[in-house]
């Protein structure tokens, strides 16, 4: 696989959510966040990875458990460059590369975790990041994920299809969110055990999420940001409009599993 090293494409839903002011960008919010957290059982003496960091907004949560050591992957260099300032100081390190070939030590970590980047890839790519995550754990280490997910599991190919492609559309990355007995399976063929799975609805762009996620005063300020900026409350517009329509059929997913001896 190529290594991309790239640059931030401010049309893509995330980007322009975060220019409005908004961090907490996980389909779960931050109350899945804190569950995968709290799942995870991390400890001091963790040697710890995050596959694509964003902006840091879990690591700036997770640092404080203090580590033996953090390494965020980021292939994306501009987020790598903020999150290397955010995190300076700490025992934290930043690698920019491709999640499926991290260059780390094989079987040097304890915890591996990502979120909100598994619903961006192909199921082959998919497939390859959490091979990736077995490969750099410890026997028995665990891996948390923080992903959208589609129900039912019986959902039809044609809707999971139509699904997928107006996500797509509408934040202009290549959203593939796949059922929680998809996700679950795919760990399971990289070799992993599924410890715990818990779920959120997926109300990102919904008011009581953003006050619950950002507080009450950054909410009013992403809130004016967004009225005062036509272009992005067009585009924010659509994607709630995407989010409402197929809201029944939209999961947040948080899963942690072990790595099998």
């Known amino acids: ?46 040697h710890v990875t995050e596959f694509a960091p964003g902006l840091g907004y879990t690591a700036s949560i997770v640092l404080q458990n203090g580590f033996a050591s953090y390494t965020g992957v980021e292939q994306n260099k501009e987020a790598a460059a903020l999150l290397k300032e955010k995190i300076n100081g700490s025992a934290g390190n930043i690698i920019v590369r491709n999640a499926a070939k991290s260059a780390i030590d094989a079987r040097s970590m304890d915890k591996v975790y990502g979120e909100a980047m598994l619903t961006m890839q192909a199921d082959h790519r998919k497939a390859e990041i959490m091979c990736e995550a077995g490969r750099i754990l410890k026997p028995g280490g665990l891996y948390g994920i923080h992903e959208l997910s589609l129900t039912p599991n019986a959902i039809s190919d044609e ?15 290549n959203a593939r969110p ?15 055990e599924i410890l715990s799975i818990d779920v959120n609805p997926m109300h990102l762009l919904k008011y009581k999420r953003l006050k619950d996620d950002e507080g ?40 942690v599993a072990r790595k099998k001896e």
């Open 159 to 173: 809707l999971k299809s139509q699904i997928q492609r107006e996500l797509a559309q509408s934040i202009r990355v």
């Open 178 to 192: 796949i059922t929680i007995a998809e996700w679950t399976g795919l760990l399971e063929e990289a070799n992993f």
């Open 216 to 255: 009450f005063f950054r909410s009013l300020k992403i809130i004016f940001n967004v009225l005062t900026h036509k272009r992005e409350r067009g585009r924010i517009n659509e994607m709630r409009r995407v989010f409402t329509k197929y809201e029944p059929h939209l999961r947040a997913v948080a899963i």
């Open 1 to 46: 696989m190529q290594m991309a090293h790239t640059k931030m494409n401010r049309n893509q839903g995330h980007w322009i959510l975060a220019g409005m002011g908004k961090k907490a960008l996980r389909p779960g919010g931050k109350a899945l966040t804190l569950k995968l957290i709290d799942q995870l059982h991390f400890t001091p003496r963790d």
